[in-house]
């Protein structure tokens, strides 16, 4: 008998979390025997919140850091995760979990609005460690390996999802910046040698305010360093506001806000206030009065005016309306609700928001409920011109077709917080006119931007050792699935040009003999790309962390119909795996629809293919032969899932979440029934299989009628356990069946 080996099992947020307590028991039940443990660790954003605020809590309250933890073991040779889309929390988000966890009795403080005391500046920093996406990187020791798993194509092949039509027509099209961005004012440099950096900002009158110091440069590393113009910035909005009225085109700004949690932030209140700066010259005094801050959005201000007597927020609002009615449509996230595009800068981000609308005929939703072209703005330009190619190419030949187009899998670079996505601890509002200098251990200048008060500057690290094992792995993908591999760089773009070099020497450690493996532009390969797509043929996407997030949504959103369904491994450097579940997010709309109707329809499927591939991984690395064997077959499983059409549906009172974990466990069970390597596992599980199939209509039944209903689950950040577990598993003749694998 093999010795217990562990799977670490994260619990999340919003659908998925849900769903986890519906699923895991299964996941529990099947793997018990073959001594596997499955080890649950907490990273939803409430338990983030409490394990960074201990010292407020009761004894009795207080919560492991699980996310330290995993850190730590993401770096062990022996770590198996199998980690589910979190929430990264926005301001406004975090501001709602606060306010329910302390309504739940947590007397965590509030969230800081003006910082004026030392604990108001020692709470802002506790808040900024849960803030945006603060999960994913702590994880992500090792590169992306992203692809949609053949049945899951295939499924979509005989199951297309819908797509709107584009018209050569369309007046939908990409706004961004042409100079003062960070893609134009980018200089990098390969550091030859380690050494410590600083990072300092000299103002004109000569004051030297160090940004950072004692940053750790390892051999080999990149650096680079950007700034976005303010001034730049607010001329193109005013354009894009102006350009949008003539055109009658929705007004819509992408962003990645939780991810690049300092820099799109600023650049979302720029945008509120230009798309309002009406409503700002006349009321702005005010607006500082009451501490309204619309780097948050505009929902920030909307929620502020209720302190503000009546006859001022009446005034205001009549103002705002009256912005709407006269600038520019903008862009809707719920037209009932009159939510906009500007309301909460996590409401559109970017990777899952431009496919969607390119799915859609180029359109969004405007305040009629009706579907509108749309100016996209994305004001910095160092990856907004894939979206203009595929906006350009749908243009000309029209929508792509899920039935016969090719596949898109990545290949990213994202270790050790790799490329801008690490660069928010050195991502600087500038107070004054100047530079920023960044100088050598040794007092030598590496890098020099003049800056203008408000400009946006950032410094970017890119460590060796991620980069050699991202080619690594990028020739392994070509060689493995025998599919041309495109290196997405621009040698024109100074960070690229850094990193071409690196990938032509590193190319050369591998046998890329009869490998058709090219560096192209990132506009040139997705016009290389799409080309093939058309024609049916399969190109890998190797990519930087930017493009690894934007081209795992693209892709997979065109080609199944949704992220969910993506095979999505993290090879950690250390030997480790981390299985996240499908490349989306966390589907906050399903929780609304779960709450009102008792229907979750989340698709499971990413989960599916995480813990079959954790399971291999771990019956590799334990020797445990029956892990191999719970793999294969819940591969099998998924595949029948896939032919059998056993996804939750979108309708209340047909399968959702609940009924499709059901079926995979009916299958799993038969595939484990009928396979011959393990004689033990085939026993155990004949007599479930037979249990779950003679009462499938019953269970189905049952599992449907109970929708229809709001369900309380006290709580949305923080759910009442029992309540939320008891909706989640509310069928007694499954849960007992099931419970006959724990004896
Ligand atoms: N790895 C992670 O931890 C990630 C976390 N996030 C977080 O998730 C939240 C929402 O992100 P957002 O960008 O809106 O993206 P989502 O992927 O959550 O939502 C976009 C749309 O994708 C579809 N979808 C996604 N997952 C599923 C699923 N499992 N089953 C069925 N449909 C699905 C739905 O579209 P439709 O209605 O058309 O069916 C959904 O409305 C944010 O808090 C964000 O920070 C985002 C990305 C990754
Ligand atoms: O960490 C996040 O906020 C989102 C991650 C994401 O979108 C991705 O990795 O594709
Ligand atoms: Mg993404």
């Given at each position: 008998m093999s010795k217990i080996a562990k799977i670490v099992y994260t619990k999340t947020d919003e659908a998925p979390a849900l769903a986890t307590r519906s699923f895991l028991p299964i996941v529990k039940a099947f793997t018990k025997s073959s001594n596997i443990e499955v080890e649950v660790k907490d990273i939803s954003l409430a338990a983030r919140i409490l394990a960074n605020f201990s010292e407020y809590l009761e004894d009795n309250q207080k919560v492991e850091d699980a996310l330290a933890t995993l850190g730590e073991l993401a770096k062990l040779p022996t770590t198996n995760i199998i980690k589910l889309p979190n929430i990264s929390a926005s301001v406004p988000q975090l501001k709602e979990a606060i306010a329910e966890l302390q309504e739940k009795g947590f007397a965590i403080p509030n969230y800081p609005e003006e910082i004026k005391t030392d604990e108001d500046k020692a709470v802002l920093a506790l808040y900024n460690k849960v803030k945006g996406s603060a999960v994913n990187p702590v994880l992500r020791e090792g590169n992306s390996d992203r692809r949609a798993p053949k049945a899951v194509k295939n499924y979509a092949r005989k199951n297309p999802h819908s797509m709107g039509?584009?018209?050569s027509s369309s007046k939908t099209h990409v706004a961004t910046m042409s100079e003062g961005d960070f893609a134009h004012n980018?200089?990098?440099?390969?550091?030859?040698?380690?050494?410590?950096?600083?990072?300092?900002?000299?103002?004109k009158n000569g004051t030297k305010t160090i940004l950072k110091e004692n940053l750790n440069i390892l051999k080999g590393e990149i650096i680079d360093a950007t700034v976005m113009s303010k001034k730049a910035l607010i001329a193109f909005l005013e354009e894009q506001y102006e350009d949008a009225l003539d055109k009658n085109v929705l007004f819509s700004l992408h962003m990645k806000a939780t991810m690049m949690k300092v820099s799109d932030p600023i650049i979302f209140g720029h945008a509120v206030r230009v798309y309002f700066s009406d409503l700002f010259k006349k009321h702005g005094k005010t607006f500082q009065k009451i501490g309204i801050d619309v780097n948050n959005g505009l929902g920030n201000l909307l929620s502020k005016l209720s302190e503000l007597p009546k006859e001022k927020r009446d005034e205001i609002r009549n103002d705002i309306r009256y912005a709407i009615d006269h600038g520019p449509e903008l862009a809707m996230v719920n037209s009932d609700k009159g939510i906009t595009n500007l309301h909460v800068p996590s409401d559109v981000i970017i990777d899952a928001s431009m496919p969607a609308m390119i799915r859609t005929s180029g359109k969004m939703w405007n305040a009629d409920g009706k579907l509108q072209d749309t100016k996209a703005i994305i004001p910095?330009?160092?990856?907004?011109?894939?979206?203009?190619?595929?906006?350009?190419?749908?243009?000309?030949?029209?929508?792509?077709?899920?039935?016969?187009?090719?596949?898109?899998?990545?290949?990213?670079?994202?270790?050790?917080?790799?490329?801008?996505?690490?660069?928010?601890?050195?991502?600087?509002?500038?107070?004054?006119?100047?530079?920023?200098v960044v100088k050598d251990a040794a007092?030598?200048?590496?890098?020099?931007?003049?800056?203008?008060?408000?400009?946006?500057?950032?410094?970017?690290?890119?460590?060796?050792?991620?980069?050699?094992?991202?080619?690594?792995?990028?020739?392994?993908?070509?060689?493995?699935?025998?599919?041309?591999?495109?290196?997405?760089?621009?040698?024109?773009?100074?960070?690229?040009?850094?990193?071409i070099k690196k990938v032509k020497v590193y190319l050369n450690d591998h046998d890329t003999s009869n490998l058709d493996?090219?560096?192209?532009?990132?506009?040139?390969?997705?016009?290389?790309?799409?080309?093939?797509?058309?024609?049916?043929?399969?190109?890998?996407?190797?990519?930087?962390?930017v493009l690894r997030d934007y081209l795992t949504d693209l892709f997979p959103i065109l080609e199944v119909g949704t992220s969910a369904k993506m095979l999505s491994i993290v090879p950690l450097m250390n030997g480790g795996g981390l299985f996240e579940t499908g490349a989306g997010g966390s589907a906050p709309k399903h929780v609304d629809q779960f709450l009102e109707e008792n229907h979750l329809r989340w698709d499971s499927l990413g989960e599916f293919l995480a813990l079959a591939v954790s399971l291999e991984h771990l019956g590799t690395t334990n020797n445990n032969t029956k892990a191999l064997v719970l793999s294969e077959t819940l591969d099998d499983a998924t595949d029948k899932f896939l032919d059998n059409d056993k996804s939750p549906s979108?309708?209340?009172?047909?399968?959702?979440?609940?009924?499709?974990?059901?079926?995979l466990a009916l299958y799993w069970a038969k595939e484990l029934a009928n396979q011959t390597k393990d004689a033990e596992l085939s026993k155990e599980f004949g007599k479930i299989y037979n249990?779950?199939?003679?009462?499938?209509t019953k269970i189905i039944a049952q599992l449907n009628e109970i929708q229809g209903n709001s369900v309380d689950i006290q709580g949305y950040y923080q759910p009442n356990d029992v309540l939320a577990d008891n909706a989640m598993r509310p069928n007694a003749i499954f849960n007992n069946i099931l419970s006959l694998l724990n004896v």
């Open positions: 039509a584009w018209l980018e200089k990098s440099a390969t550091l030859k040698n380690a050494t410590t950096i600083s990072i300092e900002h000299v103002a910095d330009s160092s990856y907004a011109g894939i979206y203009t190619a595929t906006i350009d190419f749908c243009k000309k030949h029209g929508a792509f077709d899920p039935t016969t187009m090719g596949t898109v899998p990545n290949v990213g670079l994202m270790a050790q917080k790799a490329e801008e996505y690490g660069s928010h601890d050195k991502t600087f509002e500038i107070e004054k006119n100047g530079k920023v007092g030598k200048v590496l890098m020099e931007h003049e800056v203008e008060t408000g400009d946006i500057w950032r410094m970017c690290q890119t460590k060796d050792a991620p980069i050699q094992d991202w080619v690594k792995l990028a020739v392994t993908r070509a060689r493995a699935s025998q599919t041309p591999a495109v290196f997405w760089l621009d040698k024109n773009r100074a960070h690229d040009a850094e990193i493996i090219r560096i192209l532009s990132p506009i040139k390969a997705t016009e290389f790309t799409l080309k093939r797509i058309i024609k049916g043929e399969d190109t890998i996407s190797v990519s930087g962390n979108r309708k209340v009172g047909e399968l959702d979440n609940r009924g499709s974990h059901f079926y249990e779950l199939a003679k009462n499938e």
